[in-house]
């Protein structure tokens, strides 16, 4: 079974003033072990598409499974928690708690699931390791570069155990070395620990990198390719 | 949760400028509540014990009609009796009598109304500290035969001076116009011009020897072990003697009563104007803390923190900061009444019109402990309150504030 499948969705902003179709009748299926970039030009709806499937933001119609389960119809608390078990972020910016250090923010999530303290200090740890970060664990976002504030945040994403990643445009504010570094270790996680991302991205380089791109346009999928085989990673 | 008090903390600190304008805000209110309070009920309280303790004192009696109409046949007809159950109830610290008649002092510039107030040295002096007026001459208890003492006031509408005579005249108790001549003792200067003005002393026998065959009292004041038994003692008195009436000295002075009324209200006012500068600061304060942090509280949500827990967050700041400004600003308003009540609030500068009416320009400060509760609940419920508004601004945030482009 797909982890999100979506159906006939759509979204309007502006319904009543000067509406604006964001997304039209987009039905799509990411599963388990993908790594999957959404291109497009500015506006053709990809952050939209983005929030639907994070279940930031509701569609106008349509339907968004995660799972296997209908979130777009959530109640906004229930949303939340369901946010906080199944779905891992990473924006463009802001991500981190400015007062708390590497560890701290990586932490936090696990401390928001109500997990063993023992295991969330490991943990945190681990993962601050895994993303090239394991000098830094004490410093604090100010004190980190761009790209490493942005692996924080997928050590972060990766910390809370999710279904999925979903990443809008995590390199656009990072000099190519930091962004390929990104790239390098979500790469990783995909390939060892069959972690699955879905990210957009206007930049080449990075598109180059992923298995599978969704192109927009409009609202619309315009092109979804399988770029490379998934054989032999899982997936079948 | 300690991960919300330690982001809450790490906030507070995150603009110690701010924060420290806020704490400073919460502690001067307090501190600025406690002392006014203080200052007003010194104020009222002084006021209240200068003119029980140098005239009114805490009960008086009279004939029920004679503080209307001051004939000086309407004296106290049992008076031995009253004074007999003074002598024995031990709530009575202190009481005099006094014989007094309403006539006409005599100048050789002018006549004027006034109120001749017959007292027994000895009694009065233990009673009241009117004595203490004194400000030029002797008091009653000199040498000086028919001895008068008269108000600051009076002596100079009337252009006299210690050692001049008066002639004074008034009805005695048959009903007939009598007069007699006084040397001005001494010139006392009491809390009001007004009764400077009205008010005469003379010694009650001298007094009695003009008024009839008989010793007639009319009024006697009463002081007590304590001013909150003036009630009671009072309503045991008229029921225990027939024809006469006892009073409270918040009977005999609405002015005094009003005065405590006035203060409470000034109280409350100035308490309010305090509280809701406060009450704005801290909004203002709060919701720029929470504007600025729109999208990082929208990432939150994002991720997956709980509405509740955002709200949490929030107010959790308010109520450290809270917490602190209250702790100190309260310590600090203790130790300032505790200083001043000893020391004194030298007020001189501000109210040298207060000084002419008779009002201490040094003021002590009082504060019962229930108007330190009052003062500190009201200042913990204002900030709290203050902080709910931003704290629900926080928790309506859209998590899309975090997705954001640029
Ligand atoms: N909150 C909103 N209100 C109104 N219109 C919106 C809103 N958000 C997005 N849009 C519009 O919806 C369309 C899709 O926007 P979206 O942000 O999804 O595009 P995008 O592909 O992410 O663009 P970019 O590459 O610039 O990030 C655009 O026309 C945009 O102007
Ligand atoms: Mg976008």
Redesign the pocket.
């Known amino acids: 079974m797909a982890i999100v499948r979506t159906e006939k969705l759509s979204k309007v902003?502006?319904p009543d003033t000067v509406p604006?179709h964001?997304l039209r009748d987009v039905s799509i299926e990411i599963n388990e072990g993908e790594f999957t970039a959404v291109r497009?030009p500015?506006?053709?709806?990809?952050?939209?598409l983005l929030n639907m499937i994070g279940g930031l933001d509701k569609p106008t119609s349509g339907n968004v499974f995660i799972n296997g389960q209908e979130i777009s119809k959530m109640k906004d608390s229930k949303r939340i928690d369901f946010r906080l078990q199944n779905i891992g972020f990473v924006f463009q910016h802001y991500n981190l708690i400015p007062v708390f250090t590497a560890r701290e923010n990586v932490s936090f999530i696990m401390l928001l699931q109500k997990r063993d303290k023992k295991e969330i200090r490991q943990r945190a740890d681990e993962l601050l390791d895994q993303v090239g970060l394991g000098e830094r664990k004490d410093a604090r976002p100010v004190q980190l570069s761009g790209g490493q504030q942005q692996r924080v945040a997928v050590a972060r994403a990766l910390a809370s155990e999710p279904k999925f990643i979903l990443a809008d445009?995590p390199t656009a504010n990072l000099d190519t070395e930091s962004a390929m570094n990104l790239l390098d270790i979500m790469e990783k996680m995909n390939r060892e620990q069959n972690v699955t991302f879905v990210f957009?991205t206007?930049d080449q380089r990075v598109i180059d990198r992923a298995y599978r791109v969704i192109t927009?346009v409009d609202g619309a999928i315009h092109k979804d390719e399988i770029k490379s085989p998934l054989e032999g990673r899982g997936v079948s | 949760m300690k991960t919300l008090l330690t982001i809450s903390w790490r906030n507070i600190w995150r603009h110690p400028a701010r924060s420290s304008v806020l704490l400073a805000a919460i502690i001067a209110g307090l501190w600025a509540g406690v002392v006014t309070v203080g200052i007003i009920n010194g104020l009222m309280q002084q006021r209240i014990d200068y003119m029980i303790e140098s005239e009114i004192t805490h009960a008086q009696i009279h004939h029920p009609d004679f503080l209307a109409e001051g004939y000086s046949w309407l004296y106290i007809p049992n008076h031995d009796e009253i004074t007999n159950w003074l002598e024995n109830d031990e709530r009575v610290t202190s009481y005099t009598s006094r014989t007094i008649t309403d006539g006409m002092v005599q100048s050789p510039i002018k006549t004027s109304g006034v109120r001749i107030r017959g007292i027994n040295i000895e009694s009065e002096i233990r009673t009241t500290n009117f004595h203490e007026n004194i400000v030029e001459g002797e008091y009653l208890d000199s040498d000086i035969r028919n001895a008068v003492i008269i108000g600051q006031k009076l002596a100079k509408d009337h252009n006299v001076e210690v050692g001049n005579r008066i002639v004074l005249t008034f009805e005695d108790t048959g009903n007939e116009l009598t007069s007699g001549s006084f040397n001005i003792a001494g010139i006392f200067r009491s809390a009001s011009t007004d009764y400077d003005e009205r008010n005469v002393f003379i010694r009650s026998n001298e007094f009695i020897a003009l008024l009839g065959d008989e010793k007639v009292y009319h009024e006697i004041g009463i002081m007590l072990a304590d001013e909150e038994l003036a009630g009671p003692v009072v309503d045991e008195l008229n029921k225990a003697f027939t024809g006469i009436h006892a009073q409270t000295w918040r009977q005999l002075s609405p002015e005094l009563s009003m005065l405590v009324e006035l203060g409470g209200y000034m109280v409350i006012l100035i308490t309010m104007i305090i509280m809701i500068a406060l009450a704005f600061g801290i909004l203002n304060t709060m919701l720029m803390a929470l504007f600025e942090r729109m999208r990082e509280i929208g990432m939150l949500l994002s991720i997956g923190m709980s509405r509740l827990r955002v709200f949490n967050m929030i107010m959790l700041e308010s109520i450290i900061l809270t917490i602190t400004g209250a702790t100190v600003g309260i310590v600090l308003a203790t130790l300032s009444i505790n200083y001043f009540s000893d020391a004194g609030i030298n007020l001189e500068m501000f109210a040298e019109g207060a000084a002419q009416l008779g009002w201490d320009h040094i003021i002590y400060p009082v504060l019962s402990s229930t108007e330190y509760i009052i003062i500190l609940a009201v200042v913990v419920i204002i900030t709290l309150l203050a902080s709910v508004y931003p704290a629900i601004k926080g928790i309506r945030i859209n998590p899309l504030e975090a997705a954001k482009?640029g």
């Open positions: 902003y502006n604006v964001a497009g500015s506006g053709s709806g990809k952050t939209t445009e957009s206007h927009m | 482009d």
